[in-house]
């Protein structure tokens, strides 16, 4: 019998990882992650993890009898991009289908996501040294690094704006040449139902003030703290800066709660957009799913 593949993305607080679980349950699936901040370990709830309060757990990469998959997988030392993400995923993704279990990938990182459905460029080799350089730099000044990148490279997130500009110092050449090449390495089949989870924006809002206040009761300002031990640059999370500014003495608690709400629904904003722009769905679901959605999704198998 044929194994039907999913992938569920949607803004954050949208409501996707509980659907997925639903959906994984369901079908006796396995989810794989695509969300590029929840593949490291011990943010668990500044990245709002299904893991965020049950990291007890993580050894057996398991909730409610449902594996989860690259989730937690990387210490804050580490820096994973996508290719080598997506190395991780054909790995996790063969040893479901040799069990015989569908996959459902899930995540708010669009591009993570489009990865696994149609590979990405071939990118040159960088130096550790020439890769540090560049997350210096846009730690600095993001500006000022954007100014060094083409005006076709249109990404504004410090993790992309220095894997561009790493690739920039490393061979002169800019990432948006690159990324002209013929795109290898798909993972997941062509016929993989593709969902987008899109609420009303006022509903995520909704939903994003309620949840910081949860993050930050659950342990994130500690998870703050362990960010500035690390050295882990707090600009590749939305709530790490601001996590991070007020343990620093920055600004004052309320301000930071404020902040994180703020600019937590502008990225909610970006991500509608990269969706509705980059993103090809086979269905989309414009509230927070249901059952009943749950079913539909079922049905187009």
């Not at 995540?107 to 996501?113: I, W």
């Not at 937590?264 to 769905?281: D, G, I, L």
């Amino acid at each position: 019998m044929k194994i039907q593949d999913y992938v569920i993305v949607g803004p954050t607080a949208s409501g996707k990882s509980g659907f997925a679980h639903a959906l994984a349950k369901k079908i006796n699936g396995v989810i794989i992650n695509c969300d590029s901040v929840q593949l490291y370990r011990g943010i668990e709830n500044i990245s709002a993890s299904p893991f965020a309060g049950q990291t007890d757990k993580l050894a057996s990469g398991e909730l409610d009898g449902v594996p989860y998959k690259l989730f937690s997988v990387a210490t804050l030392a580490q820096h994973v991009n996508v290719s080598e993400y997506q190395d991780m995923a054909r790995v996790e993704y063969d040893a479901a289908h040799a069990a015989g279990r569908p996959v459902v990938v899930v995540g708010g990182t669009g591009y993570y996501a489009n990865a696994l459905l149609y590979g990405i460029s071939e990118m040159p080799k960088v130096s550790f040294e020439t890769r540090d350089r560049a997350r210096e730099m846009v730690a600095a000044d993001i500006d000022a690094a954007r100014a060094m990148l083409p005006a076709d490279f249109t990404p504004t997130d410090p993790q992309r704006v220095a894997r561009a500009l790493e690739i920039y110092l490393e061979t002169g050449r800019h990432i948006t040449e690159f990324q002209r090449n013929e795109r290898t390495g798909a993972i997941l089949p062509p016929d993989t139902i593709k969902v987008l989870i899109n609420p009303d924006m006022e509903i995520v809002r909704e939903r994003i003030a309620a949840r910081i206040p949860e993050m930050l009761a659950g342990g994130a300002l500690t998870e703050g703290g362990a960010i500035i031990r690390s050295g882990w640059a707090p600009e590749r999370a939305i709530g790490a800066v601001e996590l991070v500014t007020y343990l620093r003495g920055g600004c004052s608690y309320d301000t930071m709660v404020q902040n994180w709400i703020l600019h937590t629904n502008q990225y909610a904003k970006k991500q509608r957009t990269w969706f509705r722009q980059k993103y090809r769905p086979d269905i989309i679901i414009d509230h927070i799913p249901t059952d009943a959605d749950l079913d539909t999704v079922i049905r187009n198998i």
